[in-house]
C-alpha cells in the first residue's frame, strides 16, 4: 500500500506541470497526452496519477 501511494506522490510530481487525465482538457498538452479524454474510461479524477498514463489510456507496450 505506501509503495503505491509513493509511486502516485512521484507521478504528481513529475506531471504538475502538464496533462493528468483529469479530463478538464485545458492545457494544450492534454490534446496530446489524453486525446478526446480517453483516459475518462478508466474512471473519474487525475488517472494519469492514479496509475501509469499507459495503464489509463489502455496502451499496449
Request: net charge positive.
Given at each position: 500500500?505506501?509503495?503505491?501511494r509513493?509511486?502516485?506522490?512521484?507521478?504528481?510530481?513529475?506531471?504538475?506541470?502538464?496533462?493528468?487525465?483529469?479530463?478538464?482538457?485545458?492545457?494544450?498538452?492534454?490534446?496530446?497526452?489524453?486525446?478526446?479524454?480517453?483516459?475518462?474510461?478508466?474512471?473519474?479524477?487525475p488517472?494519469?496519477?492514479?496509475?501509469?498514463?499507459?495503464?489509463?489510456?489502455?496502451?499496449?507496450d
Amino acid at each position: 500500500m505506501i509503495e503505491t501511494r509513493v509511486a502516485q506522490l512521484q507521478r504528481t510530481l513529475d506531471d504538475l506541470d502538464g496533462c493528468i487525465g483529469c479530463g478538464c482538457l485545458s492545457l494544450r498538452k492534454c490534446a496530446l497526452y489524453n486525446p478526446g479524454d480517453r483516459a475518462a474510461a478508466n474512471g473519474a479524477g487525475p488517472r494519469f496519477i492514479l496509475v501509469s498514463r499507459k495503464v489509463a489510456l489502455n496502451l499496449q507496450d
